[in-house]
């Protein structure tokens, strides 16, 4: 079970280690309790805390079971929000095309300021 797994305290610190210097790294606990599941717990940098969700992580855990062979698609992914994500993986062409799709709410209203409608420069190498 990942209910008694040190997200903040375990997260914070793997989150800033030496080897993920400067910007840092997100951090998740990863549990294969099924080959078609996977249970996740993240801890993600900028929020600096654990998070009930996230995509990113959902996906580089869904790879991880699979190259371990822990797993197979399609999966469910159970996050901290007691939604499941679903992980899927299409052959096409000799490259996989995956997929996440999951539920989607409304968490927060609110207004733009004027600037940020501006669109910025491209990049330099563009």
């Known amino acids: 079970s990942l209910a008694g797994a040190p997200v903040v305290e375990l997260g914070r610190a793997l989150r800033l280690a030496p080897d993920f210097a400067p910007a840092g790294t997100n951090v998740d606990f990863v549990r294969f309790p099924a080959p078609g599941a996977v249970e996740i717990r993240t801890y993600?940098?900028?929020?600096?805390?654990?998070?009930?969700?996230?995509?990113?992580?959902?996906?580089?855990?869904?790879?991880?079971?699979?190259?371990?062979?822990?797993?197979?698609?399609?999966?469910a992914i159970h996050t901290q929000s007691g939604l499941a994500l679903r992980v899927e993986v299409r052959e096409a062409a000799g490259a996989g095309r995956w997929s996440l799709g999951g539920d989607a709410r409304i968490v927060a209203a609110g207004d733009l300021l004027p600037a940020a409608e501006l669109s910025p420069a491209p990049p330099a190498w563009s």
């Open 44 to 75: 993600e940098r900028g929020v600096e805390d654990e998070t009930l969700s996230c995509g990113t992580g959902a996906l580089a855990a869904a790879a991880v079971a699979m190259a371990l062979g822990k797993a197979r698609a399609p999966l």
